[in-house]
C-alpha cells in the first residue's frame, strides 16, 4: 500500500492551494489506472482526477496543434503496414546482402524492424546517425538498410500525414504550457526512454509535478537506478527508497531480494507466507493452484484479494482457466481468456467456404456449428434443422459445386414427394436448404479475387452481418484492425487478406467480469506492478521462462546500441528488467506468496531447472545457501501427480470427478457405493458386461417388455407396417439390426466423397437406367422381341445412352472427371451388349415372353399375418408377359455375383424379395398368371445366369411363414443379436468384437426356437 499511500499523498500536496485544480495521473498500464481509481476512490473522489497513460496525455497537450496541421497518430497496425510497405524500396539498393534480403521475407521481420525504429526515434536518433555509424559497425550494409528502412517509413508517415509516438512527444513538450491539463503525477514511471523524459521535463517546467514509486537499488538492476538517479536529477524528484529489512520470510524477501544485504540475514526456517509448490507440468501447476484458492477461499480470503501473477500469459492462461471453471472460482483475466467466440468461429468456418467450391463438407460444418441468423435468412416460419440438412445432402450423394447441390436436392425432393406422405416436414427442408445454398453460393461470390483492403472487407462484414449472429464483437475487431489498412496498405492477395482475418479472429480474446469484482486477478507481471493482494501466485518459475532469455535486436546489435546512444535498450536492461519483475512479484504479496514450477516438460517428459530467481528467493527468506536436494525438500508437490488425477484425501479434491476418483483409490468399503447406485452409468456397464455371460437373452440383447412400451411395439412389429422387402430381410438377417435402425433409429453416417473411381452401387445404377431406356424405347417402338438383325443398330444406341448416362453422371458429380469414367464406359456397353444377346438366346428355348413393363412401382401388396397384415411397395425393373401362355414374369436385373447354392431359395428366411414380387406380379397383372420371379445376373461378372422363384402357393406359403414368425417375435419382444450375418452391418462397432461368442453362448434361449427354424429354410 505504500505507493497507494504516496500517490495520495502526492495529489494532496499538488492541491494544497487548489482543491479543484485537476490532476492527471501518468499510470504504466489500465489496470494499475483502474485499481488505483477504485482504491482512491473513497479518499479523494474522482473530481477532477485523470488516470491516463503518457500517450494519451501527451495527445491531449500535442492534439490541437497536429490536427491543425491534418497529422494523426498512427495506429499500430498501420505503422506495420507502412514498414512492410518500405521494405522492397528499402531491399532495391543494390548493396543489399542476399541473407537480408532472405532475413525480409520472413513472418517476424516487419514487427522487429518496427520495435528497432521505435527505440532509435524514443532514443531521439534520426537514420543519419545510423548511416555515420555504418563505416564503424561490423556489418554497414545492416545499419544501411534499417537506415533505408527508417526513410521509407517516415515518406509513409509524412504522406498518410501521421506522426509515431517519439514525434507525438517532440510536440506534446513544445505544446505545454497547455489548458487543457492541471498537475501531473508520475505513477510508476521510472525509466523513461529519452524522448519521453524529455517530455517529462518540459512538463514539469510549466506544470506542477509530482513523482510516485520506489526507489532502484543498484545491486538489483545497476543500469535502471543510473537512469533513475539521473531523471531525478532532471526532475527535481526523489523516488521513495525501499522498505527496512523486516522479520518473517515474506518480510524477508521483499526488503532483502536482489538488495545488498541478500546474504547477510541471520538463518531461519520458511514460515507459512512463503511456499512453493512443484507440480508435475504447467496443467497440473493451474489445478493446484486453483486447489490453493478454493482453500484460501474457505480461510475467509476473498477472491478479489487473490492474484495469480504471469510471466508467459500464453503458457498458463487456458490451463487456469479449465481449472478455475473446474474449480467454480471467478477470475478476471486482465488480457482476457482465448475462449471459442461462436461469431468468430462462424465467421472463420464460412471463409473457409471462399474459393472451396461449396464443398458439402465444409458447407455442412459452417451451418451445423455456426449460429446462422436462420430466420433472417429463411424467414421466421421457416423449418430448420442443420442435422437434418447435413442428413439430407448427405443421402443426396453431393459432394460440392452449385449444380451438384441444385440438382442432386432437386432430384432427392421429387423422390421424396413421389411417397406422398400427408405432411413432410423433409420437403420443407429440401426448399429451405435450397434457398440457403443459392444465397450462400451468391454471397460468395462477392469476395473479390483481388482488390483493396476495404473491397475484402466490406463483403467481409457484409457476410458475418448477413449469416452470424451477435456479430458485433467480431465486427468491432475486424473494424480496428483491419478498416486502417484499407487506407493505408497496399492492396493484399485474396489469399493474404484471409490469413490477416483468420488470424485477427484467432487471437480474439474475452473478459469477463471485471477488476475487483470478487474474481481473482489473473494477468502479466509487468501489468501489476504496485499492486498489492492478500495472496499471491507466480507460476512457471523455471529456467529460460522466468528469467526468460533475453535475445540481442538482431538488426541493431548490443554494441551497435551503446556506441549510437545511452538511452537505447540492450540485453542487459532486458535482463534487468527481469530481476525487476520477480521483485514486482514479490512486493505484490502481502500475507502469503507461492512461488511454485513445472517438474517436467510433460510433452517432453523433460525435468525442468528451477528457475534462478526462485533459488535466490529462497536464500533470502531462509538466510542460507540452497541447492536443487534443498529445493525440492522444501517444495510442496501438490494433491495431484502425473498418472494419479486426484488427491490422496477426497475433501481436497476440486471438482466431483477428482472425489470420485479419490473416494475408489481409498480402498474404504463403501464410500464410493453412490457410483454404484441402480441407475448410474457405472452400474449399468458392469450389468452389460456380466449379461454377456448369461446363456439366457437379457434385455443388453434385445429383450424389449413390449407391454410397456406400446409405441415401440407398433414401430417394430411387421404387420400394420408399410414396408420394403429389403427393410424386412435385415430382420431375418438380424433381428437385432432391425431393433437399432427401427426402434432406436440408429443409421450408419454415409458421407460422400470425391470419388476417382465409380463403385459398384453406381454402376449397377448406370446399368439400370440404360437398360430401363432402351428396352422403353424398344417398347414404345414395338421393336420388342429382340431380334439379331437389330443388334448392330441396338448396339450403337446403347453407346448413345451409356455416353448421356454417363456425362449426367458426372455432371451431377458422381465422379471428379468425366474422363476417369473411360473404362466404366467400355465395361457398360459391353455387358449391356451381351446382355441383349442372351436374352435373344435365352427367348428362343421358348415361352414367348417379351418386356412389357419397366420399372414398375407397387403400393399396398397386402400379406395377411396371423394377426394384422403388412403392406409391401416397391419398384420391379420389368416385367415380360407372354402372350401365347397368358403368363407373366418378373425379372429383376442384379450387377454383381451369382451367390447361390444348389436347392438355395429363401436362405434361411434372409431372401424375401422373389418369393415377394411374385405377390406383387398378381396385383399389377390381376388377368394374367404369374409365373416366376428371377433374378437376371446380367453381366459377365454375374456370367450372365437366372436365379426364379417360381410363383406356387408353397412358396407364398413360406413367405408368410417366414412374416408370421418374424412378426411374433417382434410381439414378444424378441430382438436378439444373432451374429450369422455381420459381415456387411453397419453395427459392428456397436455388438463390438465378441459378438459372436456371446450370440453362441445364448443360442440355447427358447425364445429364439422360432428364429432358428427359419434358419432351416432352405
Ligand atoms: S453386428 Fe451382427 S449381431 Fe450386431 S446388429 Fe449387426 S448383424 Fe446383428
Known sequence: MTSLRALERAIRELRAGDPLRPVAVIVPNRVVGEWLKQSLFAETGHMGLDFLLLHELAWRVAAPGLLREGRGLVPENVGLALLLGAIPGALAHPDTPAYLRDAAATAGFGPAALSTLGDLAAAELGPEALEAHAPKAADPERLRLVARL??????????????D????????????????????????????????????????????????????????????????????????ASWAAAGAPAEGSLARMQARLFGETQAKAAPRDLDASVQVLAAAGESLEAVEIARQIQQAAAEGVRYHEIAVLLRSPAAYTVALASAFDRAGIDAF????????????????????????????????EFLTTARVRWPDLLGPEADVSPSRFDRLSARAGIVSGLASWRTRLAKAREDREAREYEDDRDLRLYDGLLRLIDRLASDLATIPESGSWAAFLDPTLALLDGWIERPTLVRQRLETVLRPLARYAPPPSRDEFLARVREVLKTQRYQEGALGEGRVFVGPLAGARGLRFRRVFVPGLVERAFPALVRPDPLLLDDERHALSPGLRTTRDGQEAERLLFLDAVRAAEERLVLSYPRFDTTSGRERVPSSFLLQALEVALGRRLDAFDLAHLAVPGATALGRPHPDEPALALDGVERDL????????????????PESFLARSLAQELSGWDPTLTSWDGIVNMAASPETLLTLRLAGQRSSASAVQGFAECPYRHFLQRGLGLRAWEEPERTYQIEGKDFGTLYHEVAHRLLAELADQERLPLRVAELDALFDRIAVLVDEELTRFAAEGGIMNVELLGPVRVRLRSDLEDMLRDEIAF???????????????????????????IAFRGKIDRLDVSAESGQVRVIDYKTGKYFWDKGAQFKGGRELQLALYNRAARTLFPDHQVAEAAYYY??????????????????????????????????????????????????????GPFREARAARKAGDPRLASFRRLRDIP
Open 662 to 677: 479419490a473416494l475408489v483409490s481409498s480402498g474404504r468399503a463403501g464410500v464410493a457405493r453412490h457410483l454404484a447406485l
Open 333 to 364: 483475466f486482465v488480457e482476457g481468456v482465448p475462449r471459442v467466440d461462436p461469431a468468430a468461429r462462424g465467421l472463420s468456418l464460412m471463409l473457409d467456404l471462399v474459393g472451396a467450391d461449396l464443398d458439402r463438407g465444409r458447407v455442412m
Open 150 to 163: 527508417w526513410r521509407g517509413f517516415e515518406a509513409g508517415l509524412e504522406g498518410a500525414r501521421l506522426v
Open 938 to 991: 446380367s453381366t459377365a461378372a454375374g456370367g450372365y445366369k437366372r436365379k426364379a422363384c417360381a410363383a406356387t402357393p408353397e412358396m407364398d406359403e413360406t413367405l408368410t411363414g417366414v412374416l408370421s414368425a418374424l412378426d411374433g417375435l417382434a410381439v414378444a419382444g424378441v430382438f436378439p443379436p444373432v451374429a450369422d450375418s455381420c459381415t456387411f452391418c453397419d453395427f459392428k462397432t456397436v455388438c
Open 165 to 236: 509516438r517519439a514525434a507525438l512527444y517532440r510536440a506534446a513538450a513544445q505544446a505545454v504550457p497547455s489548458p487543457l491539463i492541471g498537475a501531473v503525477v508520475l505513477h510508476g514511471v521510472a525509466d523513461p526512454a529519452p524522448v519521453e523524459a524529455a517530455f517529462f521535463e518540459a512538463l514539469r517546467q510549466h506544470h506542477p509535478l509530482a513523482v510516485v514509486g520506489e526507489a532502484t537499488v543498484a545491486s538489483t538492476a545497476a543500469r535502471h537506478a543510473a537512469r533513475q538517479q539521473a531523471l531525478a536529477q532532471r526532475l527535481g
Open 843 to 869: 427367348a428362343d428355348s421358348g415361352g414367348g415372353f417379351v418386356p412389357q413393363a419397366f420399372e414398375q412401382e407397387f403400393a399396398d401388396v397386402e400379406i395377411p399375418l396371423a394377426f394384422g397384415a
